[in-house]
Nanobody, 114 residues
Protein backbone atom coordinates (compact mmCIF):
# COMPACT_ATOMS: atom_id res chain seq x y z
CA UNK A 1 0.00 0.00 0.00
CA UNK A 2 1.40 3.37 -1.02
CA UNK A 3 2.08 5.82 1.79
CA UNK A 4 2.46 9.56 1.33
CA UNK A 5 4.90 11.38 3.60
CA UNK A 6 5.06 15.16 3.37
CA UNK A 7 7.84 17.26 4.90
CA UNK A 8 9.53 20.64 4.71
CA UNK A 9 6.96 22.91 6.29
CA UNK A 10 7.64 25.50 8.94
CA UNK A 11 7.23 29.07 10.08
CA UNK A 12 8.37 31.71 7.62
CA UNK A 13 7.99 35.46 7.31
CA UNK A 14 6.00 37.00 4.45
CA UNK A 15 8.16 37.09 1.35
CA UNK A 16 10.13 34.05 2.42
CA UNK A 17 10.54 30.65 0.78
CA UNK A 18 10.02 27.01 1.64
CA UNK A 19 10.51 23.77 -0.24
CA UNK A 20 8.12 20.94 0.47
CA UNK A 21 8.73 17.29 -0.37
CA UNK A 22 6.42 14.31 -0.66
CA UNK A 23 7.90 10.83 -0.53
CA UNK A 24 6.12 7.91 -2.18
CA UNK A 25 6.90 5.01 -4.45
CA UNK A 26 8.48 5.84 -7.78
CA UNK A 27 5.70 4.24 -9.80
CA UNK A 28 3.00 6.11 -7.92
CA UNK A 29 4.70 9.45 -8.40
CA UNK A 30 5.61 8.92 -12.04
CA UNK A 31 2.50 7.22 -13.42
CA UNK A 32 -0.14 9.54 -11.95
CA UNK A 33 -1.11 13.16 -12.29
CA UNK A 34 0.18 14.35 -8.94
CA UNK A 35 -0.87 17.37 -6.99
CA UNK A 36 -0.11 19.50 -3.99
CA UNK A 37 -3.14 20.49 -1.94
CA UNK A 38 -3.50 22.79 1.01
CA UNK A 39 -6.07 23.27 3.71
CA UNK A 40 -6.11 26.67 5.32
CA UNK A 41 -7.62 27.38 8.75
CA UNK A 42 -11.37 26.88 8.53
CA UNK A 43 -11.21 26.17 4.82
CA UNK A 44 -11.69 23.15 2.61
CA UNK A 45 -8.75 21.41 1.03
CA UNK A 46 -7.85 22.91 -2.33
CA UNK A 47 -5.55 21.93 -5.17
CA UNK A 48 -2.72 24.43 -5.66
CA UNK A 49 -0.46 22.73 -8.21
CA UNK A 50 -0.37 19.61 -10.34
CA UNK A 51 2.03 17.82 -12.68
CA UNK A 52 1.30 15.18 -15.30
CA UNK A 53 3.50 12.15 -16.02
CA UNK A 54 4.81 14.09 -19.01
CA UNK A 55 5.76 17.07 -16.88
CA UNK A 56 2.97 19.51 -17.73
CA UNK A 57 2.25 21.72 -14.74
CA UNK A 58 -0.85 23.63 -13.70
CA UNK A 59 -1.26 26.13 -10.89
CA UNK A 60 -4.07 27.79 -9.03
CA UNK A 61 -4.28 31.48 -9.82
CA UNK A 62 -3.45 32.32 -6.22
CA UNK A 63 0.02 30.72 -6.46
CA UNK A 64 0.88 31.16 -10.13
CA UNK A 65 4.32 32.68 -10.58
CA UNK A 66 5.31 31.95 -6.99
CA UNK A 67 5.11 28.16 -6.63
CA UNK A 68 6.83 25.48 -8.71
CA UNK A 69 5.90 21.81 -8.65
CA UNK A 70 8.43 19.20 -9.76
CA UNK A 71 9.45 15.58 -9.47
CA UNK A 72 12.83 14.31 -8.33
CA UNK A 73 13.02 10.88 -9.92
CA UNK A 74 16.30 9.98 -8.22
CA UNK A 75 14.88 10.67 -4.78
CA UNK A 76 11.31 9.48 -5.46
CA UNK A 77 9.85 12.75 -4.30
CA UNK A 78 7.31 15.29 -5.43
CA UNK A 79 8.42 18.80 -4.56
CA UNK A 80 6.84 22.20 -4.19
CA UNK A 81 9.10 25.24 -4.22
CA UNK A 82 7.23 28.13 -2.66
CA UNK A 83 8.56 31.67 -3.02
CA UNK A 84 7.21 35.09 -2.09
CA UNK A 85 5.04 33.49 0.54
CA UNK A 86 1.99 35.34 1.81
CA UNK A 87 -0.01 34.95 5.04
CA UNK A 88 -2.87 33.47 2.99
CA UNK A 89 -0.56 30.59 2.02
CA UNK A 90 -0.79 29.36 5.59
CA UNK A 91 -2.19 25.87 5.95
CA UNK A 92 -1.44 22.18 5.97
CA UNK A 93 -0.01 20.97 2.67
CA UNK A 94 -0.65 17.50 1.31
CA UNK A 95 0.26 15.57 -1.81
CA UNK A 96 -1.88 13.01 -3.62
CA UNK A 97 -2.86 12.04 -7.10
CA UNK A 98 -5.72 13.91 -8.71
CA UNK A 99 -7.84 10.89 -9.62
CA UNK A 100 -8.91 8.18 -7.19
CA UNK A 101 -6.98 9.69 -4.33
CA UNK A 102 -5.47 7.29 -1.84
CA UNK A 103 -5.31 7.75 1.93
CA UNK A 104 -3.96 11.17 2.82
CA UNK A 105 -0.68 11.56 4.63
CA UNK A 106 -0.24 13.64 7.75
CA UNK A 107 0.58 16.74 5.76
CA UNK A 108 3.13 19.41 6.60
CA UNK A 109 2.23 22.69 8.29
CA UNK A 110 3.18 25.95 6.61
CA UNK A 111 2.73 29.14 8.61
CA UNK A 112 3.45 32.51 7.03
CA UNK A 113 3.53 35.20 9.66
CA UNK A 114 5.62 38.10 10.84
Amino acid sequence: QVQLVESGGGLVQPGGSLRLSCAASRSFLNLNVMGWYRQGPGKQRELVASITPGGTTTYADSVKGRFTISRDIAKNTLNLQMNSLKPEDTGVYYCNRLNQQISWGQGTQVTVSS
